[in-house]
């Protein structure tokens, strides 16, 4: 019996995760996340897929985050029925995210429309958050490491991936075929998260390679935090750090906590996160102590010396107030949601600085900013970019290259064939030159809409 495999997103790009496993007429869709960045990718969240979601007989999530979660309210529309498997802190993670992914996307039209600076007359949500609280209720929790059979005859396995809560990399038994899914692969040896797991065997792996062609600085990531934010708030400005509300908005309040513990920020220096869904995710995260290598008392620890900002009208004084201030603010690539207006009031101050905790998608408005454009577009108009901006890319949250080469070593033997995906053409290119060239493995990059047969 043979395995066909689909890749429905993220090949050629870093979003869109979605891989469709079929056999014997049944079809299993490992991930399910929306397009991201570039026009081009975000235009394709609006056409269906290309097998009819009623045929989908069940969903494997690897984790939360919307370029792997983002899709299933569509999918779900659409007419999809089946359960979407996904660890515990996940399925709570998405409880959040997609209901506020809904919400954002049902704000962004109106205030397009409101201020008619959209092309679309009228412009329309993609789905809105009913549709995403329609969707939670097919999420069906799995423990880690312990096997469960799937529609079709099949059985997963989740093992701990690292990168954010209730991250998994997912082996797929099926038609006598073993594949690994490595989902998003965080660091190893990282403060906050366990390390990846690594597997014995498989006769295929499909690796992301975000970080395929890079490696993360390796300095402290709190003596640069440190250095940024003191120059700042000394020459009267504020620091402006667009973080994933999942993972490094938690990070940032860790590291922030200990310069603080330290002495090496100011005490008085009023540190605020705004963002509702990051502060319901500090809750999750400090509710699943197995997930992460927190003790309690850290836990309770980056939850107090910062202001939580739940409400819109509290932001929006927080965004006209001069004093100099931290604001950790969703999303991380500014492409929506809160940060946005920050952006716009600080972004052409010379004394603030914008500071990006980790890989930026093209297309986005932080790769823009990452690169040095010297203006952004937002919200229908053109807002200068004088104020500092940084990328540490040692507080990603991503494994880099020589990390990811470490997780491949983890396997005894070479699997029949590798596929390198969820990565920019040149870093999908330079992973799998490298497991070549260092491994010996057969490694192929595959692209949008291939079809391969697994025997």
């Given at each position: 019996m043979s395995l066909q495999l689909s890749f429905l997103g993220a090949a050629g790009t870093v979003t869109g995760s979605k891989y469709l496993l079929e056999s014997d007429g049944?079809?299993?869709?490992?991930?399910?996340?929306?397009?991201?960045g570039f026009k081009t990718l975000r235009l394709k969240n609006w056409g269906r897929l290309p097998v009819e979601p009623r045929s989908i007989a069940a969903v494997v999530l690897t984790h939360a985050h919307l370029d792997h979660s983002g899709y299933l309210p569509l999918l779900v529309k659409q007419g999809f029925r089946g359960p979407i498997y996904c660890t515990e802190s996940t399925r709570q993670l998405c409880e959040i995210l997609l209901p506020d992914s809904g919400h954002l996307q049902e704000n962004d039209a109106d205030f397009a429309n409101r201020h008619r600076y959209s092309k679309h007359r009228p412009a329309l949500p993609l789905y809105t958050q009913e549709d995403a609280e329609r969707s939670l209720h097919y999420l069906?929790?799995?423990a880690f490491d312990e096997p469960l059979k799937l529609p079709g005859g099949g059985t997963a396995l989740w093992?701990?991936?690292g990168h954010i809560l209730g991250a998994a990399s997912v082996q797929i038994d099926w038609a006598s075929i073993t594949t690994v899914f490595s989902g998003d692969l965080g660091r190893f040896d990282d403060p906050m998260m366990v390390d990846p797991t690594l597997f014995a065997r498989a006769d295929y792996v499909v690796v992301e390679s975000t970080y395929g062609n890079r490696q993360h600085d390796r300095a402290?990531?709190?003596d640069a935090l440190a250095e940024i934010i003191n120059r700042t708030i000394h020459r009267g400005g504020t620091v402006i750090v667009p973080a994933f509300a999942v993972g490094r908005a938690q990070s940032m309040l860790f590291h922030l906590?200990?310069?603080?513990?330290?002495g090496r920020l100011p005490e008085t220096l009023p540190i605020f996160l705004d963002s509702p869904m990051a502060i319901d995710a500090s809750d999750i995260f400090c509710a699943n102590m197995a997930d992460h290598k927190l003790s309690a008392a850290q836990c309770r620890a980056i939850q107090t010396?910062?202001?939580?900002?739940?409400?819109?009208?509290?932001?929006?004084?927080?965004?006209?107030?001069?004093?100099?201030k931290v604001i950790i603010s969703a999303s991380g690539m500014a492409t929506g949601g809160r940060v946005l207006h920050h952006l716009k009031q600080y972004a052409p101050d010379t004394r603030s600085a914008i500071l990006f905790t980790g890989f930026q998608a093209g297309g986005t408005r932080g790769a823009a900013m990452v690169a040095g454009t010297q203006s952004v577009k937002i919200h229908g108009g053109y807002v200068p970019v004088r104020a500092e901006v940084k990328n540490l890319d040692m507080l990603s949250a991503h494994a880099d290259s020589d990390e990811l080469l470490r997780w491949l070593r983890g396997f005894k033997s070479a699997p029949r064939r590798t596929f390198v995906t969820h990565g920019e053409p040149e870093a999908a290119d330079a992973l799998r030159h490298r497991a070549d060239e260092e491994l010996g493995w057969n490694c192929h990059v595959p692209e949008q809409g291939e079809t391969v047969m697994l025997s």
């Open positions: 049944h079809r299993l869709l490992v991930d399910c996340g929306l397009f991201q069906k929790s799995v093992r701990r991936a402290n990531p709190e906590q200990n310069l603080r513990t330290a010396g910062v202001h939580y900002v739940r409400e819109a009208a509290e932001s929006k004084e927080l965004t006209a107030s001069p004093m100099p």
